[in-house]
């Protein structure tokens, strides 16, 4: 199908290895001191043996990653088989200090501080930092790199958090992180963890590579020392057999990435080739100290993609703008990008609200195209015909609010190129024609129809006849103008049909609706259009925008090498650009672009091998305009505040008027500052309350997250901040501490008349209590009666703050905060809304919104009693347990000043830990535990406030292997449990509502 409609657009146009050894312990002669120079082309598999300093060269064959066994996480099941049909190298060890600072000292990376030894792996960097130095690597021996990116966003430790545009080029010859399967491959071969750094012989730190003896196959760490990044995206296995698989197409709403082996810390037990994660959800941007990576070598002849559906896929479609970028053009973070993706015929979704700018396909089964986002942002129309092809074509509309869901069919006999119109009644329509095909012939044109219907929860209402003629551009916000293209350009208006642009063919043409009534259209190089211009050009090699009267008006040209197809405009009522396609010397519609009227600039949003038909949703500004608003505005500065709205000439910006009645709608328009190290110099402003009249800047107000900013739990953190904000009025108990909290503890089992919100965030610290108490909710929340927290003893091995410590340099929301006292003085309205519409993670709503904060996950089991740090470390760090002492101390004292309950839990873990010397998942050696527990619960003498409920009991406690998600989590059932308990301690205390 889709070769016969490429043969009717075109026709639209004209109208309108050599052998190897096989086993890598074979292979130890390849080991050598320089990069051969040998000349091999970059889109071909490594024809013969270039030697390669530190790397064994490996002949791919069948392997199996991930198993069948159902004691395994969900992502690691099931078994899969994976072929490699072509050679590659793997680097000997894990990247040294010495080589990581070679590479890179001609980049913007630096190195990490914990390398103190030049033979130590490189660890406490992120996937980027990895890929950075692959590509240094690459360019200092002389190969393309494997890796291209638009920006790089560094933090201030020269680590780099974001790369915008980021694509893997598997056919490139070069330096890169070895595949998922590459590794397993490669570890597999003679995969021995006895010959590895784990936490019953690495005292706890990294030791120097190859310390242990190699492998038999000749790999030194595979198992152990330090885990290790590798390329691939995460993303679901399948029952099958797939050729050259080098992962997901993306890392889904998460964006989680896979990191692989054992490390210095992890359990000889619980180290194995199927592990694909950490204890924390892995995204490119985090960090840790016992996470590195090693290099692999070579070009990936036919890669293959697989998404969680099992569809594997040769080529992907790669977001090239983060959200910070189109927020810039387009003012909102709340943009969707809808698109077809021509070679599955579905059509796909990029939501730039979400903080990953993931791409998801929303349809199947429909051959899809002309899709158009409602004005609400909440449903999709498409049609099965395109603008140029006459025949039956059929309107569908789809929910983007659900993640599985029917399509409505609008029930008429023909129905194509759907658009959303809000009419002024308030009711919501969308406008079809009966046939989008050649409109050259006058009573072809005049046998076709332009209709409207209206669509209301979830419905079609009863279609109805607007005028002759299909009029699929657009229609007015007046109902005075309708514009078509398809041979000619037709416009309707006031009642009459007429043809503009001299009767020259014309196509692609879209009326502006911003009531400028602009209509951009392409052409096929016409007398009339290159009269205008002034010179020549080729078919669709510019954007002619015509003014109300079908008079030229403006010319865009394409970028070199392209020619525009596709166009629309898109409008959030003061800001205008045009979205459009880019077709290659081929005819491929490979990119998908934003360009900007005022100032001709053109932005790549997307790329793939065929992308059509791009809709650019931005959520609409409530502006009331006055009747004069329809020229283009020339304004040099630009400024929104209550009473005035001023527009710059560089911003794609149409003209409102400036006067009082000027009304900008409060919650849609949420901006963020362009870079990290924008935040990070504002935090040194003198921190002051709010003035008589102030207005929230919509740049910093609510962004408590970014692609960029590199915490693990920064979206969980982002969405505590929404729930405080929003429930300040409501909440009189909060539950606060670490994510044995946060999956312990749930808020809607608490009875009522109480009500109660999960604040508690993963890894979160008694800093982290401690601060977000006295500065948020000690200042805001009207009426605290309970603070419920998880006493982790533990983990009193880590001090700080947590986000508040220093992460949150990276988050503007929190930089705002703190430069206005974190609003002590007065809360500024609006803040809440602004929260609630900033950025975050798709996924981690959906978990934590319906549950005012709790993470449900389903029972696994206790599994083993893996100690993860030295369980003696408090002798080591008495400083720190101190610390952490105190916190809590002075987080009871201050609750007991404010007449507050304080809740104290420690909750349970795996009960055969009694089986070790430790007390928990981070250790304090058993022997000790009694007496710092009672220390604990004694606080109750001071301060009558506290009660310490211990639900671990030293692992004599009734919470059972179903009720558990992990070592050290409750699942569902056990929170029900632990959560019950607590209820029943605060009944007793009968706290007055």
């Keep these: 199908m889709k070769y016969l409609l490429t043969i009717l657009i075109s026709l639209f146009v004209i109208c309108c290895s050599n052998s190897e050894p096989t086993h890598p312990a074979e292979l130890s002669s390849t080991i050598v001191d320089e990069v051969g120079n040998e000349d091999v082309s970059q889109k071909d598999s490594i024809p013969s043996v270039i030697e390669i300093k530190g790397m064994i060269h490996l002949n791919g064959e069948r392997i199996t990653i991930g198993t069948n066994n159902t004691g395994f996480k969900t992502n690691e099941r099931p078994a899969m088989e994976v072929i490699l049909d072509y050679s590659f190298y793997m680097g000997i060890h894990e990247v040294t200090c010495g080589e990581y600072a070679k590479a890179i000292k001609n980049t913007d990376l630096k190195v990490p501080e914990k390398c103190d030894q030049d033979s130590l792996p490189v660890t406490d960097i992120t996937y980027y930092d990895a890929v950075l130095y692959a590509n240094a690597k690459s360019k200092l021996e002389g190969y393309d790199t494997a890796y291209t990116y638009r920006k790089a966003v560094f933090d201030s430790e020269g680590h780099c958090t974001y790369l915008e545009g980021f694509s893997f080029h598997a056919d490139t010859k070069a330096f890169r992180l070895p595949t998922e399967a590459e590794w397993v491959y ?224 609008l029930d008429v006999e023909k129905a194509a190129i759907p658009r959303w119109r809000v009419l002024e009644t308030g009711d919501t329509v969308i406008i079809f024609v009966t046939d989008a095909g050649n409109n050259k012939d006058e009573a072809s044109f005049k046998a076709t129809s332009t209709w409207q219907v209206s669509f209301s929860g979830g419905k079609f209402g009863i279609s109805q006849k607007l005028f002759d003629g299909a009029y699929h551009g657009g229609i007015s916000e007046d109902n005075s103008l309708a514009v078509t293209g398809a041979r000619l350009l037709r416009a309707h208006v006031d009642g009459r049909d007429t043809v503009w642009y001299n009767g020259e063919q014309a196509c692609n043409v879209s009326l502006a609706m911003d009531r400028s009534k602009r209509t951009a259209f392409l052409d096929f190089s016409g007398k009339t259009g290159k009269d205008f211009v002034g010179s020549n050009y080729s078919t669709h090699q510019r954007i002619l925008i015509a003014d109300s009267t079908g008079k030229l008006i403006q010319s865009i040209q394409a970028p070199s090498g392209y020619t525009f197809d596709h166009t629309e405009w898109t409008t959030d009522n003061t800001k205008t650009n045009i979205v459009a396609t880019l077709t290659n010397i081929n005819g491929a519609h490979t990119k998908i672009v934003l360009v900007n009227p005022l100032d001709s600039s053109v932005t790549d949003l997307a790329e793939g091998e065929e992308l059509w038909h791009p809709n650019l949703w931005v959520k609409k500004k409530t502006v009331k305009r006055s009747s004069s608003s329809s020229a283009i505005s020339s304004s040099s500065s630009s400024s929104i505040t209550s009473s005035s709205v001023i527009f710059s000439s560089s911003s794609s910006e149409i003209p409102v008027s400036s006067g009082s009645s000027d009304e900008i709608s409060s919650s849609s328009e949420i901006l963020i500052s362009s870079s990290s190290e924008d935040v990070i110099s504002s935090s040194s402003e003198p921190m002051v309350p709010p003035e008589p009249g102030f207005e929230l800047d919509l740049d910093s107000a609510g962004i408590y997250y970014n692609m960029s900013g590199g915490h693990n739990y920064a979206d969980e953190w982002r969405y505590k901040m929404e729930f405080l904000w929003q429930y300040k009025d409501e909440a009189d108990v909060f539950i606060l501490g670490s994510s044995r909290a946060l999956r312990g503890i749930n808020p809607l089992l608490i009875s009522q008349p109480l009500y109660a919100i999960n604040l508690a965030v993963s890894a979160n610290t008694t800093g982290g209590d401690y601060f977000l108490l006295t500065n948020y909710l000690l200042p805001h929340m009207k009426s605290i009666k309970v603070i419920i927290t998880s006493i982790d003893i533990d983990r009193w091995y880590i001090t700080g703050a947590d986000i508040f410590e220093f992460r949150y340099k990276s988050y503007p929301g929190y930089v705002y905060d703190r430069n206005h006292n974190f609003w002590k003085d007065s809360y500024p309205e609006g803040l809440a809304e602004a929260t609630y519409d900033s950025p975050g993670r798709s996924e981690t709503a959906a978990s934590l919104r319906p549950t005012r904060g709790f993470s449900t996950t389903s029972p696994i089991t206790w599994g083993a009693p893996v100690i993860a740090e030295d369980s003696s470390w408090k002798s080591a760090l008495p400083q720190n347990y101190e610390a952490n002492f105190n916190n809590l101390v002075k987080t009871i004292s201050i609750c007991q000043q404010n007449d507050i309950i304080m809740i104290g839990v420690i909750t349970p873990q795996n009960p055969r830990y009694k089986e070790t010397g430790s007390l928990g998942k981070y250790g304090i050696l058993r022997s000790e535990a009694p007496a710092l527990i009672q220390q604990i619960a004694d606080l109750s003498t001071e301060y009558p406030n506290f009660i310490l409920l211990d639900e671990n009991k030293m692992g004599d406690h009734d919470y059972v292997d179903n009720m558990a998600y992990d070592r050290d989590h409750l699942a569902a059932p056990g929170a029900a449990q632990l959560t019950a308990r607590i209820d029943s301690l605060i009944k007793t205390l009968n706290i007055e509502p």
Aim: hydrophobic share 30%.
């Design 186 to 409: 490669a570890a597999t071969r003679a995969w021995d963890t006895s010959k590895s750094w784990n936490n019953g012989n690495s005292e706890y730190k990294l030791h120097t590579i190859c310390s242990k003896e190699a492998d038999s196959a000749g790999f030194c760490d595979m198992a152990g020392n330090a885990m290790e990044w590798v390329n691939d995206w995460m993303g679901a296995f399948h029952d099958t057999t797939i050729t050259n698989y080098v992962g997901a197409p993306d890392g889904g709403d998460m964006e989680e990435r896979v990191v692989k082996g054992g490390c210095y810390t992890s359990s000889e037990i619980e180290t194995n080739p199927y592990r694909r994660g950490d204890v924390y959800t892995v995204t490119s941007s985090t960090r840790a100290e016992y996470v590195g990576f090693r290099l692999a070598f070579g070009n990936i002849p036919n890669a293959l993609w697989m998404g969680d559906n099992g569809i594997s896929q040769t080529s992907i479609i790669t977001p090239l703008a983060g959200n910070e970028t189109v927020k810039g053009i387009t003012g909102s973070y709340n943009t969707k990008l809808a698109f077809r993706n021509d070679v599955s015929g579905n059509i796909a979704i990029i939501d730039y609200l979400n903080g990953a700018t993931s791409v998801k396909e929303i349809t199947k089964d429909i051959d899809a195209y002309h899709p158009e986002i409602s004005p609400d942002g909440k449903w999709i129309a498409y049609c099965t015909g395109f603008e140029g092809v006459s025949g039956k074509s059929t309107v569908y509309v789809q929910s983007l609010e659900e993640k599985s869901t029917t399509p409505i069919k």
